[in-house]
């Protein structure tokens, strides 16, 4: 135990900057795969083509790739100087709202389409039908995939200890670089797992609760 209570002030901080890159970047996931979701089934071509071409090319080049373009590729670009923490939740953010985008998609297509040519006849504009007719029957319909796309999110936050972001998965390089601090690296990374093994378990407590209480909302 002496690689916890020995580091106390890492373990604080790496626990705090994963957290912080995980729901930052789900708040950004969230709201940006809402409106690429919202894109995607637009009447409007234009729409569909903008929504269509970000997924297809954000989410077929690697997380990593992607991680690259905004810590080293950002700072050449000229615009205001952000942290490499910034950056990071900037990169997985955008990166995970093409999956909460397809998976809304997939939630959308169970409503039936009736409800929406319902609303469209009493005279609703699209941005209505979609925020008080359909979004909020499609949520109920896709939270066991949609609680996939943020546990996997969870867990791409481990990319973000390659560029300089002090998260959990950079203990272990941290802890073996200092010479005065206890434990072995095979003890950090085995600690490091039991975390994240109970931060899922506590996102998969909070699916069953929300299964179950929109299952009885309908």
Same mark, same amino acid.
Do not use: C
């Given at each position: ?140 319909? @896709?939270?066991?995939?949609? #609680? =996939?796309?943020?546990?996997?999110? !969870?867990? $791409?936050?481990?990319?973000? %200890? ?35 093994? @109970?931060?899922?378990?506590? #996102? =998969?407590?909070?699916?069953?609760? !929300?299964? $179950?209480?929109?299952?009885? %909302?309908?």
């Amino acid at each position: 135990m002496d690689v916890i209570f020995g580091n106390l002030d890492l373990w604080g901080k790496a626990i705090g900057n994963t957290l912080l890159v995980f729901f930052i970047g789900g708040i950004i996931a969230l709201v940006l795969g809402m409106i690429v979701g919202a894109m995607r089934v637009s009447p409007i071509p234009i729409a569909r083509g903008v929504g269509t071409l970000y997924v297809n090319i954000v989410r077929n080049t690697p997380l990593t790739l992607v991680f690259f373009f905004f810590v080293f590729g950002y700072p050449q670009l000229g615009l205001p100087d952000l942290s490499n923490t910034v950056l990071g939740i900037l990169a997985i953010g955008i990166y995970t709202a093409t999956y909460v985008a397809e998976v809304l998609r997939a939630g959308i297509n169970t409503v039936p389409v009736g409800q929406a040519e319902a609303a469209r006849a009493i005279g609703l504009p699209f941005g209505q039908v979609m925020t008080l007719v359909i979004l909020p029957q499609a949520f109920r319909s @896709v939270v066991p995939p949609m #609680m =996939s796309v943020f546990i996997a999110l !969870l867990k $791409n936050t481990t990319v973000a %200890a390659g560029f300089s972001i002090a998260e959990l998965a950079a203990l272990r390089s941290t802890i073996n670089d200092s010479a005065d601090r206890p434990g072995n690296p095979m003890e950090v990374l085995l600690w490091v797992a039991v975390v994240f093994v @109970v931060l899922v378990l506590l #996102m =998969s407590w909070l699916q069953r609760h !929300l299964e $179950n209480r929109w299952r009885i %909302a309908r």
